[in-house]
């Protein structure tokens, strides 16, 4: 058995959804665990320029990963003013941010705050 089935079912059975509504949760669960990079925003400006950050060698090596979250302001003109982290490891936190500063967004009417998510997979 899957195991979208698995956990379907015991969606159904320890919350009462109905299959079609679990597996439309678990889709959406999934995305957001297994993604690589996502923003959220109110009105999602398009990524003109994007630099991946650098893997450090030590932690792969060692196979330590995680996900981190870093919260950027976009100026007006597309350029990213600032970067500060908001949760996950500090070095990959660290790798993110200097990167995430090399991206270059469209140009939008006014400032905007968006949260970066990105996940080092060890294993890629």
Do not use: C
Request: a positive charge; zero cysteines.
């Amino acid at each position: 058995m899957s195991n979208v089935r698995r956990a379907s079912r015991w969606l159904t059975q320890e919350f009462g959804l109905a299959l079609p509504m679990s597996l439309l949760l678990m889709g959406s669960l999934l995305a957001g665990v297994f993604g690589r990079v996502q923003m959220y925003a109110q009105d999602d400006r398009r990524v003109i320029t994007r630099v991946e950050p650098e893997y450090p060698d030590a932690l792969k090596k060692l196979y330590i990963g995680g996900v981190v979250r870093v919260e950027i302001q976009v100026s007006p003109n597309g350029t990213v003013k600032s970067a500060k982290l908001l949760g996950g490891s500090p070095i990959l936190g660290q790798s993110m941010i200097k990167a995430v500063k090399q991206w270059k967004y469209a140009a939008g009417a006014a400032e905007q705050t968006l949260t970066v998510t990105y996940e080092f997979d060890p294993h890629r």
